[in-house]
């Protein structure tokens, strides 16, 4: 079932026409077979049906890849509407027709007949018909995609597949009720039906392959969040980040490409083999009150910081976004070591996501400046209170993130930017990436980048440390 788009749904349905304007026209039983039952996900009967009469031609597919195909953007978190489904038919070789039939009202019951007849005419030539219609009589009922499979006359009863119930294979439903259901009336003067036909397949366009989180995944995704949403969320997609956003819809969007996508593509650039395979949420909430409503009211936590979190039960990064990008930029990081390191060592996951607090591109590559951190770092260098990087890179997450002072993440921050200043830190991350299985610390990477022992070169990044400034 779904969500009226184009149509009025929710219009009276009253009888369109007498049973009497009908008379018995001869018209033979048809009963195609051979089609398996297929039970849609939420909103996905128009895939499901597709599905189904796919299957019956011995094509192999399924209502997620028919959502696929349909071009269709997650982000909308919806099934496909009858455009839609008529673009995934194409790319399966098939010609749905023109799909959109209009009726004149004055002359409803010829109009309605030639209709029927080429439904029928197309069933008695094998070939299966999707139908939208009102899903029953309800005056607030919803559109709805099934798929015509026959037409017994005896009974004067179509058969059709059902995609919204698990049993739902070899309805039927009289002729007289699914004219009714099946015509829909948007204006006084101007009905219309809508109806897919299903001839065989001329050849099925490849589509490349596709990698988690899929599509459907995502649609179906959407759909549930949207059953809490506030009406002011906007929702953009940026595989795999869902952005979600109490902004206006273009700043939002704005805020998916020039901030989200442009992290993730200068990401997989440099650091990263490959991006997360599981949907991760990104809260950009436009100030502190938004992002502290939003975090009790819906993730029921109290915020211990102005700009942002990650919670992890979710896979949802939270983040007030008035004070800057940069936490935003330090979250992103996470999930990609996730994925492709998934027991990083903490000083370098925390390292390079905290040196893209203070992001900046150049010429291609992402990299961090100085920031807040740097005062910290060096009163601890000059109070003697800064570990070694043998001690950095082997502490566990209890060790390192057991250091309130803040000494340890500064010192894992200013290691990535002293490399990233020598030109060696995009090496350095690959390596350590390459050499996991046999340094889950990092340190062999970083001895093979700097040449010798690094803490041999400590006293020297001490003193760049101290030299720097934050103006």
Not at 122 to 131: E, N
Not at 263 to 270: I, S, V
Not at 370 to 385: C, I, S, T
Request: proline share 8%; glycine share 6%; aromatic share 10%.
């Amino acid at each position: 079932m779904r969500s009226p788009a184009l149509l009025c749904a929710t219009a009276t349905l009253v009888a369109l026409l007498a049973p009497s304007a009908f008379a018995d026209e001869g018209l033979p039983t048809v009963l195609l077979t051979g089609f398996p039952h297929v039970h849609q996900r939420p909103d996905f009967c128009g895939e499901a049906v597709i599905e189904m009469a796919l299957r019956q031609q011995g094509l192999r597919t399924t209502q997620d890849e028919v959502f696929r195909r349909s071009g269709l953007d997650p982000a909308k978190g919806r099934g496909v509407h009858a455009d839609e489904l008529a673009t995934a038919l194409r790319s399966y070789g098939v010609d749905p027709g023109p799909v959109w039939y209009r009726v004149d009202p004055a002359r409803a019951a010829k109009d309605l007949d030639a209709q029927w007849r080429a439904l029928h005419q197309d069933l008695a030539q094998g070939q299966p018909s999707v139908v939208c219609m009102h899903y029953d009589e309800q005056p607030n009922t919803t559109e709805h995609f099934r798929l015509v499979t026959g037409y017994d006359a005896r009974t004067d009863e179509l058969v059709y597949q059902e995609p919204a119930e698990a049993d739902g294979a070899n309805r039927r439903m009289s002729r007289e009720r699914f004219l009714k259901l099946w015509t829909f009336r948007p204006k006084a003067d101007r009905w219309l039906l809508i109806r897919h036909r299903l001839p065989k397949s001329t050849g099925v366009s490849p589509l490349p392959d596709e990698t988690p989180p899929f599509a459907a995944d995502v649609s179906q995704h959407v759909q549930t969040l949207k059953e809490t949403l506030p009406k002011d969320m906007t929702v953009q997609w940026v595989k795999p980040f869902l952005v979600i956003g109490n902004e206006p819809p273009d700043r939002v969007a704005q805020r998916a490409q020039s901030v989200v996508k442009w992290t993730r593509d200068l990401l997989l650039a440099d650091f990263f083999a490959e991006a997360p395979a599981q949907l991760e949420e990104i809260w950009v909430l436009k100030d502190a009150p938004s992002y502290e409503r939003i975090s009790r009211t819906l993730f029921r936590t109290e915020p211990t910081t102005p700009y942002g979190y990650y919670l992890s039960s979710r896979r949802a990064q939270v983040m007030n976004i008035k004070p800057g990008y940069g936490t935003l930029v330090h979250e992103m990081v996470h999930p990609f070591f996730h994925h492709n390191w998934p027991n990083t060592p903490p000083w370098l996951n925390e390292g390079l996501a905290s040196l893209f607090e203070g992001p900046y591109e150049d010429r291609g590559h992402l990299k961090g400046r100085v920031n807040w951190r740097l005062p910290g770092l060096q009163a601890a260098l000059r109070a003697k209170a800064t570990p070694s990087f043998r001690a950095l890179t082997h502490a566990d997450d209890e060790a390192f993130y057991g250091d309130e002072t803040g000494v340890n993440y500064a010192a894992a921050r200013y290691l990535c930017l002293w490399l990233q200043e020598q030109g060696l830190l995009v090496h350095f991350v690959q390596r350590a990436q390459a050499l996991k299985g046999e340094d889950p610390t990092g340190w062999k990477a970083l001895t093979e980048v700097l040449g010798e022992d690094p803490d041999k070169r400590w006293a020297e990044w001490a003193r760049w440390a101290l030299g720097l400034s934050r103006s």
